[in-house]
């Protein structure tokens, strides 16, 4: 039988290797942006993904095909309930990478937190300490916590994460999340509407799929080989190794993603906000949005009630911020 070339797997199929199973369903930020401005800014938010509605509205974008028209595009609710500044983190850093120098805690935590958190060993001069050693610290985080609880879900166990705190020097950055221990933040005190950020998440599981649903190879034509939904060919016979380039099959989704540049449609609160959010009955598999919430445009990977980061936009930071021309929300 003479040579034949086989379809590829998608463009960019091979850039997500090893294709397993998330380790937790909160997703990780490894990297974060850098803050020019004077004034220190936590830089990470978090909610949980409702529905999806449609958004009409004019095109702001200059010197795009359909600016100045109207647009219908898709829109992600996403229930943003406020989180607690449970402590601080000092890092400093050398070329083994980052090592934590501090914890410094608030004096109370909300009851769903203080189970997950043991402060029986608390140091008593703990800001004492910390503010000695501010001189080696490279990096200030703040320990923030969200509860499942404020966003109407079941879920009792609180997510409690790391967010950079950036702009000024360390020692303002220490101050400010010094000033914020114990309290609350909104989503309105990190992020504005119009403003384009990151999100990641866990996306939705899919389980163990072939290779064609996986990686989108074509099948092969009747009777060419025994199998139709298989690879045509591993590679050649020497070496005798497959190549990890190779589509096989395996698990699909539950992998976590980061996307880049989602835009804040919409920000407010269900009982101050204008805009009708809540579909009658609630979102099919979130039900009604109660609180604080926003509206990014486009897709967010993850299903209904997951958690989804936000992070401060790290690629094409816009000099300016406008507010989007918002027509109608079509539920």
Request: aromatic share 8%; glycine share 10%; proline share 5%.
């Amino acid at each position: 039988m003479g040579h034949r070339k086989y379809a590829q797997p998608r463009r960019g199929s091979a850039a997500y290797y090893p294709r397993g199973r998330a380790r937790s369903m909160e997703a990780r930020i490894r990297t974060w942006p850098k803050n020019n401005s004077d004034e220190p800014k936590i830089l990470a938010h978090c909610g949980f993904k409702a529905g999806c509605v449609q958004l009409v509205t004019i095109d702001d974008r200059d010197k795009t095909p359909n600016a100045g028209k109207q647009l219908v595009s898709l829109g992600t609710v996403l229930v943003t309930p406020p989180v607690s500044i449970l402590g601080v983190r000092g890092y400093s850093k050398d070329h083994y990478g980052l090592h934590a120098e501090f914890d410094v805690y608030a004096n109370e935590f909300p009851k769903s937190i203080s189970k997950e958190i043991n402060l029986k060993n608390k140091e008593a001069n703990a800001i004492e300490n910390a503010e000695k050693i501010l001189g080696r610290v490279k990096e200030i985080f703040a320990i923030v916590a969200v509860s499942p609880r404020d966003a109407g879900l079941e879920q009792k166990k609180p997510y409690i994460f790391e967010a950079l705190v950036s702009g000024g020097d360390v020692k303002k950055q220490f101050a400010h999340v010094k000033e914020l221990l114990g309290k609350e933040i909104k989503i309105d005190q990190i992020f504005e509407t119009g403003a384009t950020i990151d999100v990641a998440a866990i996306t939705k599981g899919k389980g163990w799929q072939g290779v064609i649903q996986r990686f989108g190879v074509k099948k092969k034509q009747h009777k060419s080989r025994k199998t139709v939904r298989e690879v045509a060919s591993l590679g050649p016979i020497s070496p005798a190794s497959v190549m990890y380039s190779v589509p096989r099959a395996g698990q699909m989704g539950f992998h976590q993603r980061t996307e880049y540049d989602k835009r804040i449609m919409v920000m407010g609160n269900t009982e101050t906000n204008q805009i009708k959010i809540n579909p009658d009955g609630g979102y099919k598999h979130f039900g009604l949005v109660k609180g604080d919430f926003i509206i990014l445009k486009g897709s967010v990977p993850g299903t209904y009630r997951r958690l989804i980061k936000l992070r401060s936009q790290i690629r094409n930071a816009p000099v300016k911020i406008s507010k989007p021309n918002i027509l109608e929300v079509v539920i």
